[in-house]
C-alpha cells in the first residue's frame, strides 16, 4: 500500500472541550494554506467508537480519514475533535500517536461551558425524557439548575460522571484537569497547549498566532477570523421530537461516517440526508430564551469545579480568577476558618497555625 493510500498521523490534536470554540477554530485551521485537516468530516469518530476498529486503524483511520494526504506533503496534518477527552479515547491514542504529538486543548469557564453544553444537548435529545417539558415550562435558567440538583446532589449519580462521559456531558466535558491528566501520563506538558475561549472570542487572531507557533507554521494574511461557528442557539419542540432527532441523526452518523454509504450508494445517502435535514428543521426552532444562570446555581456549581480550576491553573501556571473565578485554596480556606473561630472565643491568632 503507497503513502497516500495508508495516509498518516495528524502531527496535532485539538482534543477538545465541547463548547469551548473547537469548531471556529476548525474553520479557521481549514484556510490555513499550511494545514490540512480530516476530509469530509469535522471529528472523525475511531478513537470515540469502539465499534469502529472491527474494520482496522490503517483501513478506517489512515485511509478513510486520511488517506489524501500525501507523506511527503509539507503542509501540517491536525485534526480538530471536541469528543476525544471522552472515556478510554487517552489510552487508545497514546498507543498509537508519537509522544511528540501536539496536543491542543480549548477550555472556558466550567460553570458558563456547563450551561451552553445544557442548552445544546437538550435540543438534542442527550437529556433525559421529560427535561425539553421541564425547560418550557420553567425556562432555561431554572430547568438547568434543577438538572444540576438532580445529578450532583445523587451521589450514585455524581459518582458515575466520569465513568460515563457521554451520558454526563453537561458536567464531564467541564472536568478539564481530570481529562488532561489521562494524557498527561503519556505526553509531555511541554507538548500541550492550553487556550482559553473568554480569550480566544476577545481576540481570535492573536490566540491563533499563538497556536500557530505551537505547531510550527506561520501566519496566513487571507484567513477570515470573523466566523462563528457552532452557537447553537435552537431548541426542540418536544421531549419526543428531541429523541427523534437524536436518533436520525445518529443514523445519518452511521451511513456518512461509520458506512461510508456516500460511498457506495450516493442517491441512496443523499435521499436520507434530505429527509434528516427536513426532520431537523420540523423539530428545532429558534431559541428566544436567554435567560442567564442562576447565581445560586453559579455559586454551586462553582464550588463543584473549584478543584478542576485549581489543577488547570496549576498546569497553565497562571490564575484564571480574570477570565472564570477566583477559587480559594481550601487549606488556606481552613485555616481562615479555624483563626476566625479561635478569635471569638478569645485564643490567640497564632494558636490556629
Given at each position: 500500500?503507497?503513502?497516500?493510500?495508508?495516509?498518516?498521523?495528524?502531527?496535532?490534536?485539538?482534543?477538545?472541550?465541547?463548547?469551548?470554540?473547537?469548531?471556529?477554530?476548525?474553520?479557521?485551521?481549514?484556510?490555513?494554506?499550511?494545514?490540512?485537516?480530516?476530509?469530509?468530516?469535522?471529528?472523525?469518530?475511531?478513537?470515540?467508537?469502539?465499534?469502529?476498529?472491527?474494520?482496522?486503524?490503517?483501513?478506517?483511520?489512515?485511509?478513510?480519514?486520511?488517506?489524501?494526504?500525501?507523506?511527503?506533503?509539507?503542509?501540517?496534518c491536525g485534526e480538530?475533535?471536541?469528543?476525544?477527552?471522552?472515556?478510554?479515547?487517552?489510552?487508545?491514542?497514546?498507543?498509537?500517536?508519537?509522544?511528540?504529538?501536539?496536543?491542543?486543548?480549548?477550555?472556558?469557564?466550567?460553570?458558563?461551558?456547563?450551561?451552553?453544553?445544557?442548552?445544546?444537548?437538550?435540543?438534542?435529545?442527550?437529556?433525559?425524557?421529560?427535561?425539553?417539558?421541564?425547560?418550557?415550562?420553567?425556562?432555561?435558567?431554572?430547568?438547568?439548575?434543577?438538572?444540576?440538583?438532580?445529578?450532583?446532589?445523587?451521589?450514585?449519580?455524581?459518582?458515575?460522571?466520569?465513568?460515563?462521559?457521554?451520558?454526563?456531558?453537561?458536567?464531564?466535558?467541564?472536568?478539564?484537569?481530570?481529562?488532561?491528566?489521562?494524557?498527561?501520563?503519556?505526553?509531555?506538558?511541554?507538548?500541550?497547549?492550553?487556550?482559553?475561549?473568554?480569550?480566544?472570542?476577545?481576540?481570535?487572531?492573536?490566540?491563533?498566532?499563538?497556536?500557530?507557533?505551537?505547531?510550527?507554521?506561520?501566519?496566513?494574511?487571507?484567513?477570515?477570523?470573523?466566523?462563528?461557528?457552532?452557537?447553537?442557539?435552537?431548541?426542540?419542540?418536544?421531549?419526543?421530537?428531541?429523541?427523534?432527532?437524536?436518533?436520525?441523526?445518529?443514523?445519518?452518523?452511521?451511513?456518512?461516517?461509520?458506512?461510508?454509504?456516500?460511498?457506495?450508494?450516493?442517491?441512496?445517502?443523499?435521499?436520507?440526508?434530505?429527509?434528516?435535514?427536513?426532520?431537523?428543521?420540523?423539530?428545532?426552532?429558534?431559541?428566544?430564551?436567554?435567560?442567564?444562570?442562576?447565581?445560586?446555581?453559579?455559586?454551586?456549581?462553582?464550588?463543584?469545579?473549584?478543584?478542576?480550576?485549581?489543577?488547570?491553573?496549576?498546569?497553565?501556571?497562571?490564575?484564571?480568577?480574570?477570565?472564570?473565578?477566583?477559587?480559594?485554596?481550601?487549606r488556606n480556606k481552613?485555616?481562615?476558618?479555624?483563626?476566625?473561630?479561635?478569635?471569638?472565643?478569645?485564643?490567640?491568632?497564632?494558636?490556629?497555625?
Amino acid at each position: 500500500m503507497d503513502s497516500k493510500e495508508s495516509g498518516r498521523n495528524p502531527e496535532f490534536l485539538c482534543m477538545g472541550f465541547q463548547k469551548c470554540g473547537t469548531t471556529t477554530l476548525f474553520e479557521i485551521l481549514r484556510q490555513h494554506k499550511d494545514v490540512v485537516l480530516c476530509r469530509d468530516v469535522k471529528e472523525p469518530m475511531y478513537y470515540r467508537v469502539e465499534g469502529l476498529w472491527f474494520f482496522g486503524r490503517k483501513w478506517y483511520y489512515k485511509k478513510r480519514y486520511y488517506g489524501h494526504i500525501d507523506k511527503d506533503d509539507p503542509r501540517r496534518c491536525g485534526e480538530v475533535n471536541a469528543g476525544l477527552t471522552f472515556t478510554g479515547c487517552a489510552k487508545k491514542i497514546c498507543h498509537d500517536f508519537s509522544p511528540d504529538t501536539k496536543l491542543i486543548f480549548m477550555m472556558r469557564n466550567p460553570v458558563d461551558r456547563a450551561y451552553s453544553s445544557y442548552k445544546y444537548f437538550l435540543a438534542r435529545g442527550f437529556l433525559p425524557n421529560g427535561m425539553v417539558e421541564m425547560d418550557q415550562k420553567y425556562g432555561h435558567a431554572e430547568a438547568f439548575d434543577r438538572y444540576v440538583h438532580s445529578v450532583l446532589d445523587d451521589k450514585e449519580q455524581e459518582n458515575r460522571i466520569m465513568r460515563q462521559r457521554l451520558k454526563y456531558l453537561v458536567f464531564s466535558q467541564s472536568c478539564y484537569y481530570t481529562c488532561i491528566q489521562e494524557y498527561l501520563e503519556h505526553f509531555p506538558k511541554e507538548n500541550m497547549c492550553f487556550v482559553f475561549f473568554e480569550e480566544f472570542v476577545r481576540d481570535e487572531k492573536s490566540v491563533c498566532q499563538d497556536i500557530f507557533d505551537f505547531i510550527g507554521i506561520g501566519e496566513d494574511e487571507n484567513l477570515d477570523y470573523s466566523i462563528r461557528a457552532n452557537e447553537g442557539n435552537e431548541r426542540a419542540i418536544s421531549s419526543q421530537a428531541a429523541k427523534a432527532l437524536q436518533i436520525i441523526k445518529g443514523f445519518h452518523y452511521g451511513f456518512y461516517e461509520f458506512v461510508v454509504l456516500p460511498y457506495w450508494f450516493l442517491t441512496a445517502y443523499e435521499c436520507f440526508k434530505r429527509f434528516y435535514l427536513r426532520k431537523r428543521d420540523e423539530y428545532l426552532v429558534p431559541d428566544a430564551d436567554k435567560s442567564t444562570i442562576l447565581p445560586k446555581t453559579r455559586d454551586y456549581l462553582e464550588a463543584y469545579f473549584a478543584d478542576e480550576v485549581r489543577g488547570i491553573e496549576a498546569l497553565a501556571g497562571r490564575s484564571l480568577a480574570d477570565i472564570w473565578y477566583p477559587v480559594q485554596d481550601s487549606r488556606n480556606k481552613e485555616k481562615t476558618e479555624k483563626t476566625e473561630k479561635l478569635k471569638k472565643t478569645g485564643c490567640r491568632p497564632e494558636d490556629a497555625a
